[in-house]
């Protein structure tokens, strides 16, 4: 039977959170196009993990597990996807819009000749997808006139599923590449830190331009550290080079969806709103009432952030000491 295969996205041995959202997508799709539901995760040291995603309605979970795959690198990946691919007949490949899902799709698209939605956000009755174009001020509907389609998931788009009692079969999938890489990864310098990781966190507190210098920023991260949160910036802070651009969400930047967004002293352009406004609950603090931001947020504050967000750490520090 034809399937349509996911690509989970597992980093150093732990799967993302996104794999979940995308599997969401995956399964919805599985059901609508009467397709059998395939996952594929690839890495080094990875088998450990295809246990993670039993219960989830999948007939099979293939596990490519080899050195070669070891860190991320677009050839590779490409090669092992499309071979199992066309092994399971898979209608439909799909993983999350990620910097790795963006990297890898459109080669797998090209290889396999099929057409790509990206960042698709739902997928209708007809078989069309939803996407959001514009920093998400039009939402436009694509149609893959292709068999076989390509297709990236916004994450914060899809609910994780709930995990049932079933169980997939486990596949050692043959790594044989067979085509040289011309890529060869010399050294890879990770950004250490403590907190959890932007797309991933349930709390995420986020600074604008206005932090002004490192005073500023380090009352957003001890904040942060206090609510056990990730920090996040407008690309104004990043572009002035008060936090590093990694923690930039918007548009260009990281798409998030925590349970707790905080907005402080960021305006609310709307490609900063493309990054955060499906957060459950927002918080923005500006001392500007007119504020964009303001029309978004479910909590708002008219305040000099200089003033209340010590007063908050105050607060916090002595409920915890409690
Ligand atoms: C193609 C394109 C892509 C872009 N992508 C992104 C993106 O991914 N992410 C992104 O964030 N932006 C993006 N931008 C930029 C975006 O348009 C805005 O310029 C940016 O978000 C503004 O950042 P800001 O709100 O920190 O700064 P500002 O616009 O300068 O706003 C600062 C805010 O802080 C408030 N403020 C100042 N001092 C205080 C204080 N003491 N207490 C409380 N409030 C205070 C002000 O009232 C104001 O609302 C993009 C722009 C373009 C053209």
Known sequence: MASILLIAEQYKGSLRKVTFNGLGFAKQAAEQLGLDL???????????????????????IHVADDSDLEIYRTEPYTQVVCKLADEID?????????????DLLPRIAGRLGAGMASD?????????????V??????????????RKVVSTRGTAFEAPKKGDDTADVNEVDVSLDEADKVRVEDMEETKSERPELTEARVVVSGGRSMKDDKGVKMIEELSDLLGAAMGASRAACDAGLVPNELQVGQTGKVVAPELYFAIGISGAIQHLAGMK???????????????????????????MFKVVPEMVEEIKKRKGA
């Open 38 to 60: 395939h996952i594929l995760i690839a890495g080094s040291d990875v088998g450990g993990i295809a246990d993670e995603l039993q219960g989830y309605g999948a007939k099979a």
């Open 120 to 132: 698709i956000v739902e997928m209708l009755e007809d078989g069309t997808f939803k996407r959001p």
């Open 278 to 304: 499906g957060s459950k609950v927002i918080v923005a603090i500006n001392k500007d009432p007119e504020a964009p931001i303001f029309q978004l947020a479910d909590y708002g504050l008219v305040a000099d």
């Open 90 to 102: 898979a209608q439909m490949i799909t993983a999350a819009a990620t910097v790795q899902g963006k």
């Open 134 to 147: 514009w920093a998400g001020s039009v939402i436009a509907r694509v149609r893959v006139e292709t068999d």
